[in-house]
């Protein structure tokens, strides 16, 4: 049996040559703009347990929403002025 050599993960294979690849070539070239446009959220387990799927969390949350458009602050009252006598 035959050893397979390895190679190093930072060297090309003999069959690519660099200028088969645009310039200058950047890891993580879109990294930033996928972090940014995800909205990936994470529940705490025992919240997971409570809601079966997206569906469930994003209902309740619109619901709680709505309800909470609904409740009126209360206003602070006008004190009465008391008369020293």
Do not use: C, Q, W
């Not at 446009?37 to 709505?66: G, H, M, Q, T």
């Not at 909470?68 to 006008?78: E, S």
């Amino acid at each position: 049996m035959k050893k397979v050599k390895r190679t190093r993960k930072d060297e090309l294979r003999a069959e690519y040559t660099l200028s088969d690849f645009p310039t200058p070539m950047v890891r993580g070239k879109y990294a930033k703009r996928l972090k940014e446009s995800s909205n990936i959220v994470v529940l705490k387990p025992e919240v997971a347990k409570i809601f079966p799927n997206d569906e469930a969390v994003n209902n309740a949350l619109l619901s709680l929403i709505e309800l909470a458009k609904t409740m009126t602050r209360p206003t602070k009252r006008a004190r009465a002025k008391t008369r020293a006598a």
